[in-house]
Nanobody, 129 residues
Framework: QLQLVESGGGLVQPGGSLRLSCSAS????????IGWFRQAPGKEREGVSC????????NYADSVKGRFTISRDTAKNTVYLQMSSLKPKDSAVYYC??????????????????????WGQGTQVTVSS
């Protein structure tokens, strides 16, 4: 099992920023492409972004493109999601997950190729004034 741990969520005003972190204590995160997903109450889970194992390839949902940036720090065994210009509709529980496939646009669009054994408990992001 690949247990991932998300952190960095919180309450922020519209237009504000947050940086989420995804880490793992018992395996090397650097061996996997990683995706960020989110789920708001009463809505289906949706893909946000993914990054390749090397960090050289990224993909984003159209709804966050230009506002969110995914990155990874191999030395810290951590993947980040920098979120800026946040909107109330970005409010959700954010999850990171290891991928069974390369980071492709299909992963973000259709939530395919995910390692079901790697879901963490998520971190809550609330954007509200």
């Amino acid at each position: 099992q690949l247990q991932l741990v998300e952190s960095g969520g919180g309450l922020v005003q519209p237009g504000g920023s947050l940086r989420l972190s995804c880490s793992a204590s018992e395996f090397t995160l650097n061996d996997y492409a990683i995706g960020w997903f989110r789920q708001a109450p009463g809505k289906e889970r949706e893909g946000v972004s993914c990054i390749s194992d090397s960090g050289g390839s990224t993909n984003y949902a159209d709804s966050v493109k230009g506002r969110f940036t995914i990155s990874r720090d191999t030395a810290k065994n951590t993947v980040y999601l920098q979120m800026s210009s946040l909107k109330p509709k970005d409010s959700a529980v954010y999850y990171c997950v290891a991928l069974k496939v390369a980071c492709r646009r299909a992963v973000v669009l259709y939530s395919v190729g995910l390692r079901a054994d790697s879901w963490g408990q998520g971190t809550q992001v609330t954007v509200s004034s």
